[in-house]
């Protein structure tokens, strides 16, 4: 993981703002949200694994997935995920509710190291956010 410093921590928005801004970018929230948080994800790469610029929020009020909810971005940061390769070749399947259960594989790496070649186009991505948004 690789913090970016921004003019944007702190700053407070609408949710349905900055999804209108946002989502037309490449950015979707993130799978991994809560009701008092998440993220806004925009993938860089999936070659091996996958690099994202993730961008974090919080609720200040209500909850992500009411009306009107204001959030508050926190520091932007840069994220591998690296998968297996390959089938999955335990031999432990129990039939077809394991395969409904099992179809997403674990990361090898969830915090792998970051393409060092990707980290300046990360920093451009933030800059671009601070002009759209700010």
Known sequence: ????????EGV???LYRLEQDLKPRG???GDNWDYDHGYFDYKIDDKVGYQFLRIPFKAIDGQLDSR???VELGRPFLLSHKYQIGIDEKGD???????????????????????????D???SL?????????
Do not use: H, W
Not at 1 to 8: D, G, T, V
Not at 93 to 98: R, Y
Not at 101 to 113: G, I, L, M, R, T
């Open 12 to 14: 407070q928005f609408s």
């Open 126 to 134: 933030v800059q671009e956010l601070e002009e759209l948004l700010l």
């Open 93 to 119: 399947d129990t039939g077809v509710f394991s395969s409904m259960v099992n179809q997403f594989q674990e990361p090898v790496d969830s915090d792998a190291s970051f393409p060092k070649e990707y980290i």
């Open 68 to 70: 009107g909810t204001t």
């Open 121 to 123: 186009l990360g920093k």
């Open 27 to 29: 950015y979707s929230i």
């Open 1 to 8: 993981m690789i913090e970016i410093p921004s003019k944007l």
